[in-house]
């Protein structure tokens, strides 16, 4: 099993990504973890070096080099940001990040994605998720992991009130967690999946982060 990984991560303040920050710190097999922000970082670690970019301006190429696996968690969402800010973050910020890891011949490329992720898709929100997952495959990193998870179980630090009312009720109906998936499980299925699975492309969809996050 690899040990000694160093791992870039962009989209470390949202509400998967700080839980997978924290994973990271907290591994052994990991020893370095450097964070790319448009804020200073209020997580301070031995292991943690933070970056301040602009994702806007495009992200300099000197960040990439001496990593071993880059993991993107940045999103946003059309209602908060506007479509013009949608399409920004969640197709060209992600997009910069991921050919600038390729031509760093950085190994390892992790994407979180959304469940129903779809190119042909008429929704522009699904539509834009799975282009960017179909070009990511085409980067032919030596392995590249795309996590679709469903409704994302957590207690949001921005939540509309009708968002909060369908994760408390998938909480309590959605047991098999057919439909919804804690933000816990998909960090840990994140973290798992650099140190196991086979080289090539994945797509995990939520039932397989899920079974990802119990492995070892």
Not at 115 to 143: C, I, P, R
């Amino acid at each position: 099993m690899a040990t000694g990984m160093r791992v870039l991560l962009a989209g470390s303040t949202g509400e998967t990504g700080k839980v997978l920050l924290q994973k990271l710190l907290d591994d052994s097999r990991v020893t370095k973890v450097r964070t790319l922000g448009r804020r200073e970082s209020k997580v301070t670690h031995d292991k943690l070096e933070h970056r301040v970019v602009d994702f806007e301006a495009g992200l300099a190429p000197d960040l990439f080099q001496d990593q071993d696996v880059a993991m993107c968690t940045l999103g946003t969402t059309r209602g908060k940001s506007g479509k013009d800010g949608f399409l920004r973050v969640d197709r060209d910020y992600i997009m910069d990040f991921a050919t600038k890891s390729k031509e760093a011949n950085i190994k390892q490329f992790h994407l979180l994605s959304s469940n129903g992720a779809n190119a042909d898709s008429s929704f522009l929100y699904l539509n834009t998720k799975g282009l960017v997952d179909n070009k990511v495959q085409e980067m032919n990193f030596e392995k590249a992991v795309i996590y679709r998870p469903a409704v994302l179980l957590c207690e949001r630090e921005e939540s509309r009130f009708g968002e909060a009312i369908v994760r408390k009720i998938l909480t309590w109906a959605d047991s098999g967690r057919r439909m919804s998936i804690y933000v816990t499980d998909v960090a840990q299925g994140m973290l798992n999946s650099i140190f196991v699975g086979e080289n090539g492309n994945h797509i995990l969809e939520n039932h397989h982060i899920i079974s990802r996050a119990k492995e070892t």
